[in-house]
């Protein structure tokens, strides 16, 4: 993405704000649900809003320009506050990605009526400013499906097992940071997360994404 900045700086400013308004929109969700299920903790740290300015941590916004991974400011909330904590949580967790496959279904959709109804303009500055935001949540919403702590995946696998194995699962989470090193750090020119998640995204960018490279409108 750093690239774009001196090759496309227009390319780049798109792909920033993109990407704002994809990790507010999925750190707003996590607080949304834990606020709906009981949890105040998320609206009095004031996070219950679409504003990048509480959701982004700058540090994680570096990393993920330069290095192709990052992260958001996590939202916080307390279990003892859940009426049923590890359901709960597990639900709170999965509003994130969901909230970002959900935008980027919205704007797949929009961007398939304006080729439907043939708005050529309108497809030129759909296509520009809604490409970089489908990827981004497509992006963002498979990568925290992991199953890897901090990853939303993680709480989410521990919400369907029994209370006896999420013990267990819960045990691993201390591990979480070697697991995902250990996936992101490039051997032989490619990482494991790459091999590990590059078939799905593209399957999803083929879903979701009306063009080609080859022939322009699918």
């Not at 400011?73 to 496959?101: C, H, M, Q, T, W």
């Amino acid at each position: 993405m750093i690239s774009y900045l001196f090759s496309n700086p227009l390319l780049f400013a798109v792909y920033i704000i993109s990407l704002l308004i994809a990790i507010s929109i999925h750190e707003f969700s996590h607080a949304y649900v834990a606020d709906y299920l009981g949890d105040p903790t998320p609206r009095l740290q004031g996070r219950l809003k679409l504003d990048p300015r509480v959701h982004i941590d700058w540090t994680g916004m570096v990393f993920l320009l330069f290095f192709g991974f990052g992260w958001g400011k996590p939202v916080e909330f307390d279990p003892y506050n859940l009426k049923d904590p590890r359901r709960d949580a597990a639900l709170i967790s999965l509003a994130g990605p969901s909230s970002n496959f959900l935008l980027a279904i919205l704007l797949s959709i929009i961007l398939r009526l304006l080729i439907f109804f043939q708005l050529k303009f309108l497809i030129t500055i759909g296509a520009f400013l809604f490409l970089p935001l489908i990827q981004l949540n497509i992006i963002l919403g498979i990568f925290n499906l992991l199953p890897i702590h901090p990853l939303d995946g993680f709480k989410i696998v521990s919400g369907v097992l029994s209370e006896e194995k999420a013990r267990d699962w819960y045990s691993l989470q201390r591990y979480g940071i070697f697991f995902l090193l250990l996936l992101i750090i490039p051997f032989g020119g490619s990482s494991m997360l790459e091999t590990i998640l590059g078939p799905v995204i593209n399957f999803f960018y083929k879903i979701l994404i009306p063009f080609s490279s080859s022939s322009g409108i699918i």
